[in-house]
């Protein structure tokens, strides 16, 4: 009998998070998709704290129009941006359990391009 959907996803949750940890110099970009919003954090998790964070339900990103896709993007720009202002322009990128394409490679498309590197 195999895993379940969420039990398979905790194991890579953990799995990932075992190899990329964040520390002040290279933080932890921490990916959640929901079925209708995505959310990005940058965090150092020696601290315990969440440097920079940006959502779908940001005031500026929510009222553009485009599909899930292009606001996952824009969502990636935007953390980029705020990291960038904040000093951070490396950090280890935690897909959080998901598969890498669609949304979590759009958004991590969208931060590489605004200067963030992984």
Not at 15 to 28: D, H, L
Request: without cysteine; positive net charge; proline residues 1%.
């Amino acid at each position: 009998m195999g895993l379940s959907k969420t039990q398979r996803k905790l194991r890579i949750r953990r799995r990932i998070r075992k190899v990329s940890s964040g520390t002040a110099v290279r933080p932890r970009l921490s990916v959640f998709r929901s079925n209708s919003e995505i959310y990005a954090q940058v965090i150092d998790d020696v601290n315990g704290v969440t440097l920079v964070s940006a959502s779908s339900r940001d005031k500026d990103i929510a009222k553009v129009k485009g599909n899930k896709t292009e606001i996952a993007a824009l969502v990636g720009k935007t953390i980029a941006e705020k990291s960038v202002k904040a000093g951070l322009d490396k950090v280890a990128f935690d897909r959080g359990g998901n598969l890498y394409h669609g949304r979590v490679k759009s958004l991590a498309d969208g931060a590489r391009e605004a200067g963030l590197k992984f």
